[in-house]
């Protein structure tokens, strides 16, 4: 999937979870979220030399190298269960070791922000029909739904610019009109 259509579903996903734990987040924390979420979902893809990530930032190329020299290549340890308990412990870490202690519920929703991107992410690219290798390094890639690839989504297909889209924009229209004050009330 493209990078827009993850941050997408990273979107969605986000209000979701915050529907179902309403906090109140202050408009600064809000959005800085909000930014965590977006890159969260295009942190998987570290991995990839065209992943829009590196695109856009200085010096992405030489990130891109590093992170490739340990990833196994694109939809490896980046995609994987593994990945995501290292990367969510390594981020975990930092925040202890270079936070102060009385900001760190403030660094730890910004934490959960950027993972419920990252995880969204391996979890969308199950959908494709390349699938997800969630147990590596074992090489076996999880692809749903079961059968013929022409079910699954294709990158920059069709089915992922306009059917995919199309329904997380009906989705995300359903989640902010039916609940408009839950989420004001986040940014109080």
Sequence with gaps: MTGTTHQMIALIAAFWVLLSYPVSLGPVLA??????????ALTPDLDQPTASLFRRTLG??????????VSGGHRHFTHSLLGIAIIALMLRWIILTFIQPEFYPQAFIVLAAFLIGYISHPIADTLTDQGVPWLWPIPWSLKLPPGPEELRVTTGSFVELFLVRGALLVVGFLLLSSHWQTLVHLFK
């Design 60 to 69: 992405g190329k030489t990130v891109h190298k590093l992170f490739s020299a």
């Design 31 to 40: 959005i800085i979220a909000i930014f965590a979420v977006m890159v969260g």
